[in-house]
């Protein structure tokens, strides 16, 4: 099987997609965050446009994310020790808890760019406010990343979990 091949075959695992659009939501509001702050700072419509942008982007970007992670819960379980699957019960309580922040910024972040042209008496606290939003998802971003990073990288482990949770219900097709 030529490599190609192989990594064809790997974009039919969940597992595989979802640990390579994990980093998307948090590094893309890292450059969003970056370029929306110094485009408000600098008063710059064009710039912040282009933050708003890789605001959106990233944030939405957490919906296949947690997607994938959803559908490869089941696998990642059964091939974890018991310290990793309280660290992946973790995970997906967080993300299931929480990614509706990245969805919020995402519409946050439409509403600033729509607002530059119907609104502009608007926009520009439409887009402070889709910064700070964006600022607040990064950090829970940050917090799910860690407890996921948890359960395939021992070596980063202190301990278990902080806050032991329920086994995660996931929905059978």
């Known amino acids: ?9 790997h974009l039919k ?6 640990v390579l659009l994990n980093p998307m939501p948090v590094y893309g509001l890292v450059c969003g965050v ?9 008063k710059n419509k064009q710039a912040q446009i282009v933050g708003l942008v890789v605001v959106v982007f990233a944030s939405a970007s957490a919906w296949p994310v947690a997607e994938y992670g959803e559908r490869s819960y089941d696998r990642v379980y059964s091939m974890s020790n ?3 699957q ?10 299931g808890q929480f990614v509706y922040a990245f969805y919020v910024t995402a519409v946050l972040g ?15 606290k ?18 799910i990343g860690h407890a996921g990073g948890q359960v395939r990288h021992s070596e980063f482990r202190d301990g278990p979990p902080p806050v032991p949770v329920k086994p995660h219900e996931h929905e059978k097709d």
């Open 34 to 42: 970056l370029a929306l702050l110094l485009a408000v700072l600098f």
């Open 1 to 9: 099987m030529s490599e190609l091949q192989q990594v064809l075959q």
């Open 86 to 95: 309280q660290w992946l019960d973790v995970h997906a309580h967080r993300a």
């Open 110 to 124: 439409v509403v600033a760019l729509l607002s530059q042209w119907k609104l502009p008496k608007l926009a520009a």
């Open 126 to 143: 439409l887009t402070v406010v889709t910064l700070l939003a964006a600022i607040v998802s990064l950090g829970i971003g940050g917090w």
């Open 13 to 18: 695992q969940p597992e595989y997609v979802h």
């Open 82 to 84: 018991p310290e990793a």
